[in-house]
């Protein structure tokens, strides 16, 4: 379960925050600027956690590595849950947007997955992060925008459009926790997915029983031999977004017929 969720702190002072508002502003007004922008904040938020993990990032090792005082930073930021807020829509305003070289919805939808599936891979601790209060920011604003397009054209009603959408980044993002536990568990080991099988295949082999197992043991070694492992992060998303692309198909298609 992810232990932090976006939107968790005051709202009003989260969007002022997000869209360079003082907390009373009325859009369209600006307030006098600050030392230290909300960028140069994020950034070193940003940078702190893909180093470290996202629990790293604290409003007083953030204030630490801008070289001010904790009670400084928060006259810039109101408290962790607006930071959280504030990396997430950073990173989803300069991720990647990537142009699919052939046309259809299909090609753009694997385009969009594409995209998630490398912001998680630059930024690992977003996948953990609960996110069904989004941060209606600028950054997020222009990544929904663009990953809508992707599905335009299709034929499907708004509601199961946006539906589409959630379930390819649900996919997407379950692919990116995966991935994330299969380096953790390297890391911890200090050994490959292929080597740690190995290494423990004999002790496998006395307690797996063929007989009692047939189609497990057939299949698991199959897979095994293939992948060089019990679990291949590549095959397993280039899999799955075969499935949910197939997926999408049947519905537009659904809509499609008369």
């Not at 509601?159 to 980044?169: C, I, N, S, Y």
């Not at 998303?237 to 049947?250: H, K, M, Q, T």
Request: hydrophobic share 45%.
């Amino acid at each position: 379960m992810a232990s932090d969720r976006s939107s968790a702190g005051d709202p009003a002072r989260t969007l002022a925050l997000l869209w360079g508002l003082s907390a009373e502003e009325k859009p369209g007004r600006r307030g006098p600027r600050q030392a230290k922008s909300p960028a140069e904040i994020a950034a070193a938020a940003i940078a702190l956690a893909d180093a470290e993990g996202v629990d790293a990032v604290t409003m007083r090792r953030v204030a630490q590595e801008l070289g001010v005082s904790a009670m400084a930073l928060y006259t810039y930021v109101p408290g962790k849950a607006e930071l959280l807020d504030l990396m997430l829509d950073t990173v989803y305003a300069t991720m990647r947007r990537a142009d699919p070289a052939e046309d259809g919805w299909r090609a753009r939808v694997a385009a969009v997955a594409g995209d998630n599936r490398a912001l998680h891979r630059a930024h690992p601790w977003v996948a953990g992060i609960a996110t069904s209060r989004p941060p209606l920011g600028p950054g997020l604003m222009a990544k929904y925008e663009y990953e809508l397009r992707a599905l335009e054209g299709t034929g499907l009603p708004d509601v199961e459009l946006d539906a589409a959408l959630t379930h390819l980044l649900g996919f997407v993002q379950t692919c990116a926790r995966m991935a994330a536990d299969e380096r953790g568990a390297e890391q911890d080991s200090r050994m490959s997915d292929e080597q740690w099988w190995s290494a423990n295949a004999e002790l496998l082999a006395r307690v797996v029983d063929p007989e009692r197992f047939p189609v497990a043991t057939r299949v698991g070694a199959a897979a095994g031999e293939a992948h060089g492992g019990a679990y291949s992060p590549d095959h397993a998303y280039a899999f799955g977004l075969a499935r949910v692309l197939d997926g999408l198909a049947a519905l537009v298609e659904a809509h499609r017929a008369p």
